[in-house]
């Protein structure tokens, strides 16, 4: 519960203002907030307290404006997320369950931590470092919660408590007062920025591999001496290549930049026909055998295959995964197929989650049982999946008979290459 000597501020707004004054929250395990009640181990903290820009304590357990498959997720689960934005989604999944554990097991403070999903999680850090001032997961203060805020947010603004809000000028003078019914309407407002705070990333962008590039272009420019201007006769003369570059490479212009390999997504869920185990001498040389019982290590792997339409010349390099945990942003603008169950978690982690708008941006691939009906599911993905079928394994025919095999593998090939065309690779593409 907050702190009853000052306006109670939501919780959300608290936690945002705290961290943008660099003044992080304590966890306690009592309301009072002494310092004999200060934890570092948030299975045993009941509470919250805040020490800016006012004092003020919060149960763990309290319900935020944050919602979650239209549940409100408690202060315990936001202030978690907080402490794990900067671990990698299986890290912090796993913190999570262990901090359940902890908090079920005798002496801990019971409850439940939710975890939230990738997207909810980006956009919840984003709205907490004041890089967005939106979100569409918060539900918007309203009524008296509203203006309470406002009067909370015109002291913070003052240093008092109590009143509207003083604005300072620059030279120390007291400006003019903000009614806190106009302090509201500015609360409401949408704040326009940069490029950078519009696209709401919460990371800079590695543009090393750019620079790399360019030193090769620049460096050369920078080591050429200065010439004096030509004359009438000699502007008319063909240059010759400069001292510093050998004549083979000036007449052979430079090579293009090496193009970005396409991208793969297959299924991790144990039901799937196609696994990192098998994947790969399915596409290569057009034969199908049933998984291995055992799990892989593999994570990645690379095929070639050459695809007369997108270049002629060079056989290109796809890359096989079946998770996006290691994905950069931009690694998504290079999936060109992804390989489906027909089962919806698997796209939870993906950057459109929802299978109309992942198929409507990348090739889906539906493997299945010659003769065994699709499943529903799949047939109301529409036209962005295709549906293909092998025939059964059967135990003890060690893959004899299976010339069938080599066509459902050419047509894959087929859908992808017609797919990538559609979308602009080529020979010059990247």
Do not use: C
């Given at each position: 519960?907050?702190?009853?000597?000052?306006?109670?501020?939501?919780?959300?707004?608290?936690?945002?203002?705290?961290?943008?004054?660099?003044?992080?929250?304590?966890?306690?395990?009592?309301?009072?907030?002494?310092?004999?009640?200060?934890?570092?181990?948030?299975?045993?903290?009941?509470?919250?307290?805040?020490?800016?820009?006012?004092?003020?304590?919060?149960?763990?357990?309290?319900?935020?404006?944050?919602?979650?498959?239209?549940?409100?997720?408690?202060?315990?689960?936001?202030?978690?997320?907080?402490?794990?934005?900067?671990?990698?989604?299986?890290?912090?999944?796993?913190?999570?369950?262990?901090?359940?554990e902890e908090l079920s097991?005798?002496?801990?403070?019971?409850?439940?931590?939710?975890?939230?999903?990738?997207?909810?999680?980006?956009?919840?850090?984003?709205?907490?470092?004041?890089?967005?001032?939106?979100?569409?997961?918060?539900?918007?203060?309203?009524?008296?919660?509203?203006?309470?805020?406002?009067?909370?947010?015109?002291?913070?603004?003052?240093?008092?408590?109590?009143?509207?809000?003083?604005?300072?000028?620059?030279?120390?003078?007291?400006?003019?007062t903000i009614d806190p019914?106009?302090?509201?309407?500015?609360?409401?407002?949408?704040?326009?920025?940069?490029?950078?705070?519009?696209?709401?990333?919460?990371?800079?962008?590695?543009?090393?591999?750019?620079?790399?590039?360019?030193?090769?272009?620049?460096?050369?420019?920078?080591?050429?001496?200065?010439?004096?201007?030509?004359?009438?006769?000699?502007?008319?003369?063909?240059?010759?290549?400069?001292?510093?570059?050998?004549?083979?490479?000036?007449?052979?212009?430079?090579?293009?930049?090496?193009?970005?390999?396409?991208?793969?997504?297959?299924?991790?869920?144990?039901?799937?026909?196609?696994?990192?185990?098998?994947?790969?001498?399915?596409?290569?040389?057009?034969?199908?055998?049933?998984?291995?019982?055992?799990?892989?290590?593999?994570?990645?792997?690379?095929?070639?295959?050459?695809?007369?339409?997108?270049?002629?010349?060079?056989?290109?390099?796809?890359?096989?995964?079946?998770?996006?945990?290691?994905?950069?942003?931009?690694?998504?603008?290079?999936?060109?197929?992804?390989?489906?169950?027909?089962?919806?978690?698997?796209?939870?982690?993906?950057?459109?989650?929802?299978?109309?708008?992942?198929?409507?941006?990348?090739?889906?691939?539906?493997?299945?049982?010659?003769?065994?009906?699709?499943?529903?599911?799949?047939?109301?993905?529409?036209?962005?999946?295709?549906?293909?079928?092998?025939?059964?394994?059967?135990?003890?025919?060690?893959?004899?008979?299976?010339?069938?095999?080599?066509?459902?593998?050419?047509?894959?090939?087929?859908?992808?290459?017609?797919?990538?065309?559609?979308?602009?690779?080529?020979?010059?593409?990247?």
């Amino acid at each position: 519960m907050a702190d009853g000597s000052a306006v109670p501020i939501d919780p959300l707004l608290i936690l945002r203002s705290s961290i943008a004054s660099n003044s992080p929250p304590v966890p306690t395990t009592s309301a009072d907030a002494s310092a004999a009640s200060a934890t570092d181990n948030l299975a045993l903290a009941t509470h919250l307290h805040f020490s800016s820009p006012s004092h003020q304590t919060y149960e763990l357990s309290a319900p935020t404006r944050f919602v979650s498959s239209s549940t409100p997720v408690d202060l315990r689960s936001i202030y978690f997320a907080w402490q794990k934005k900067d671990v990698a989604i299986p890290d912090y999944i796993a913190s999570a369950q262990q901090l359940n554990e902890e908090l079920s097991t005798l002496g801990g403070a019971g409850g439940k931590v939710q975890n939230l999903v990738f997207v909810e999680r980006l956009d919840l850090i984003t709205w907490l470092e004041g890089a967005s001032d939106e979100s569409e997961y918060i539900t918007p203060l309203a009524g008296e919660e509203a203006r309470a805020a406002a009067v909370g947010a015109a002291m913070v603004a003052s240093g008092a408590v109590g009143g509207a809000a003083t604005v300072t000028s620059a030279s120390g003078r007291p400006g003019k007062t903000i009614d806190p019914r106009l302090q509201e309407i500015y609360n409401g407002e949408r704040r326009m920025g940069d490029r950078n705070t519009v696209l709401r990333g919460i990371k800079p962008t590695d543009f090393s591999h750019v620079r790399k590039s360019a030193e090769a272009y620049l460096g050369r420019t920078r080591a050429r001496p200065s010439a004096p201007a030509p004359s009438a006769s000699t502007a008319l003369r063909p240059a010759p290549p400069p001292a510093s570059i050998p004549p083979s490479i000036a007449s052979h212009p430079k090579k293009p930049t090496r193009r970005p390999d396409p991208i793969i997504l297959l299924s991790p869920s144990a039901s799937s026909l196609l696994r990192m185990s098998n994947i790969k001498p399915f596409l290569e040389a057009g034969s199908y055998a049933p998984p291995a019982p055992t799990s892989t290590t593999t994570t990645i792997l690379h095929i070639s295959r050459l695809l007369p339409s997108i270049d002629a010349a060079r056989p290109l390099r796809f890359i096989l995964v079946d998770s996006p945990d290691q994905f950069k942003p931009d690694y998504w603008e290079r999936v060109v197929a992804v390989f489906t169950t027909g089962q919806t978690w698997q796209f939870k982690s993906y950057r459109w989650s929802q299978p109309g708008d992942l198929f409507a941006r990348v090739l889906g691939v539906y493997l299945g049982w010659r003769g065994e009906e699709v499943p529903e599911a799949v047939r109301g993905w529409g036209r962005g999946v295709v549906n293909v079928g092998v025939d059964k394994w059967i135990e003890g025919r060690k893959g004899e008979g299976r010339w069938r095999d080599r066509e459902v593998v050419e047509s894959i090939w087929g859908q992808i290459e017609g797919w990538m065309k559609g979308r602009g690779w080529g020979a010059n593409a990247g």
